[in-house]
């Protein structure tokens, strides 16, 4: 974990979304996908506490070694005041914090299911499971076109991209989940990564487990500290007696969990009615095979 | 800068009746674990104290989320006293604590009399442990019965039990929602207690408009950070004038060295830091330092020498708690 000062190089908009790029070269050196960082707010007193993002990528080489970015949406005030950073002004940064995602070791093909900017840290992740020979399928999901998280970069990064979204602006129209059957029997897929708001991972991982295959989610919860001390951040986990429970906190045991352990029902409350759903368009089977 | 400055002859220590702070600066339950996550963040051997998360009998799991929500200059919680419990408090804070060279006070929470008196027997011998902190005013409890200091009786009944049960100095952790403080701690001293910690989160609220639902999982939570500052004044500034040579800790808001020195006019001895280590995990570091240029600025020699100087003018009328 490092704090420091770190100068802001880019501010750009990134379709819906603000991306940001920070010069960040030892927290960059050390981050891997799925963990975040804490950016702290003004000292104006009305508002204090630090803002988590996750890292959407921390490049170590070329032109943009060491440089950490993160992509947000505007939702209140930290972020409002954020996407107004200029290039040079510098912010206090804590990181890289949290668990990251895990690399399979034997198994090969890996499906990467991202919703709405929570896509973000899935690219990172894209580039490290290549660089480990890991065949690499991506769905993203969101409300339009407009918030379909770069799906020009998705492109790059993977064997085969669906986009969904709700209002049949890009790609399929619905959600990631309602492509998720199709895609895992498709891809042959066996390990899922999961990022997104978290009914989607709610949906994803409980999909897996009855699938029986791993998948990882990086999850989002309240945060105060990022730190391990303030306890607010926590999510019911299921021991691996699977007998117990524990609330464990996102910020240092997370944000990456076994979507398999996560008490879903206890978290998020009862699952909510499976949504009236189209039947899934007779295409997407030619989409999910055609290599870019 | 360190605790203290030879040349000006400034020191930071502080003597609360025998539990001495190398600085009066500390980090507030809750906000600092026993200090191990925050050792990767700062040189947790420079601060003046650590108080704990606080300990209950058993593993504790604690309420629902969210747990936390930022208001405006603050934040309200409600994280239900999560804790593994004294066993494996002991087995994994307790060698951490025992070779912190920092003075650590233990809070212990606890659901009834009995709750309490059995943590304060399994921490009796915890090396590194200074003091205990009765924390008998978290909001976040089952029933508000549960908040012992809410009733002079019930916090007596905490506070001698505990005194009777260990050695160490019992500090009563109070809250503001009553009527009068100072019948609380006045009540909490008489039992024994060894001094005060004033004051606990403040019973809030917060409603989504768009949702119409409470934005906290358990409805209501502790509110804390900068909005509750003047209370917390006005609570260590009754009972200093109230109970004067009792040993006032005084938390509640506080981010800069200048609302620690708030603290110490109105009354308190030594300070905690709670919510603003989320924001800046070096606070307490800071807060010491710049208390300790404050003094030297004035040539005074120690944070005593500020304890209680509040100045009031003649013309102010008595407060009505008085007469109460």
Redesign the interface.
């Known amino acids: 974990?490092i704090?420091a000062r770190c100068e802001v190089l880019s501010n750009r908009r990134s379709g819906a979304y603000v991306s940001l790029t920070l010069v960040a070269p030892e927290i960059a050196e050390q981050a891997k996908p799925g963990q975040f960082i804490e950016i702290?707010?003004p000292e104006d007193?009305?508002?204090?506490?630090?803002r988590p993002f996750s890292i959407h990528q921390a490049s170590r080489r070329g032109g943009w070694a060491g440089t950490l970015e993160i992509v947000f949406d505007v939702v209140g005030r930290g972020t409002a005041w954020l996407a107004e950073a200029k290039p040079h002004d510098t912010l206090d940064v804590?990181g890289p914090l949290g668990r990251s995602f895990t690399y399979p070791r034997e198994l090969r093909t890996c499906l990467l299911v991202g919703g709405g900017y929570g896509a973000a840290p899935l690219y990172f992740l894209a580039e490290e499971l290549r660089a480990r020979n890991k065949l690499v399928h991506m769905v993203i999901g969101a409300r339009d076109h407009g918030r379909v998280f770069k799906p020009i970069e998705a492109k790059r990064l993977a064997a085969t991209v669906v986009v969904t979204t709700e209002d049949g602006t890009m790609g399929e129209r619905g959600r990631v989940t309602d492509v998720l059957d199709a895609l895992l029997e498709r891809t042959g897929a066996q390990v899922v990564y999961a990022c997104g708001p978290n009914p989607m991972l709610r949906a994803v991982a409980e999909r897996c487990r009855d699938l029986q295959i791993p998948c990882q989610v990086a999850v989002e919860?309240?945060?105060?500290?990022?730190?391990?001390?303030?306890?607010?951040?926590?999510?019911?986990v299921i021991g691996m007696d699977s007998r117990g429970?524990?609330?464990v906190r996102s910020c240092?045991e997370g944000p990456v969990f076994n979507g398999a352990r996560v008490w879903w029902d206890?978290?998020l409350g009862e699952a909510p009615p499976p949504p009236a759903e189209e039947p899934a368009p007779e295409r997407e089977a030619e989409r999910v095979q055609a290599s870019p | 800068m360190t605790t203290s400055n030879g040349d000006s002859g400034t020191s930071l220590a502080v003597d609360l009746n025998g539990v001495a702070f190398p600085t009066p600066v500390l980090a507030a339950s809750g906000c600092f674990g026993s200090g191990r996550e925050m050792a990767a963040a700062l040189d947790v051997r420079r601060i003046g104290g650590i108080v704990t998360k606080s300990v209950t009998l058993g593993p504790t799991k604690g309420l629902p989320t969210p747990r936390m929500v930022e208001v405006d200059a603050g934040m309200l919680n409600a994280i239900g006293l999560q804790n593994p419990g004294v066993e494996e408090f002991l087995a994994k804070d307790g060698p951490f604590i025992a070779s912190l060279g920092v003075p650590v006070i233990l809070s212990i929470a606890g659901k009834s009399v009995q709750e309490f008196a059995q943590v304060a027997i399994q921490t009796r011998d915890m090396p590194g442990v200074v003091a205990i902190e009765a924390n008998i005013s978290c909001p976040n409890v089952e029933r508000r019965n549960q908040v012992f200091a809410c009733h002079p009786e019930q916090a007596i009944e905490v506070i001698a039990t505990m005194t009777r049960l260990t050695t160490l100095p019992v500090f009563a952790k109070l809250t503001a929602d009553v009527t009068n403080i100072v019948e609380i701690a006045d009540a909490c001293v008489h039992a024994g207690a060894h001094g005060v910690t004033l004051i606990n989160t403040l019973l809030g609220m917060a409603i989504d408009v768009e949702s119409f639902r409470p934005r906290l999982a358990a409805v209501t939570g502790g509110l804390s950070g900068l909005a509750i500052r003047p209370v917390a004044i006005r609570c260590v500034y009754q009972v200093a004038q109230a109970l004067p040579g009792v040993p006032i800790i005084g938390v509640g808001g506080i981010s800069t060295a200048r609302d620690a020195i708030e603290f110490l006019l109105a009354g308190a001895w030594a300070v905690q830091v709670g919510t603003a280590n989320f924001a800046n995990p070096d606070a307490t570091i800071q807060i010491a330092d710049g208390i300790g240029q404050f003094l030297a600025a004035r040539g005074l020699s120690s944070p005593a020498d500020l304890t209680g100087k509040v100045e009031r003018s003649e013309r102010v009328a008595e407060p009505a708690y008085r007469s109460g």
């Open positions: 974990m704090r702290g707010v007193r009305t508002f204090m506490l630090r804590i919860e309240m945060m105060a500290c990022g730190l391990g001390v303030c306890w607010t951040c926590v999510v019911p429970w524990w609330n240092v206890r978290w």
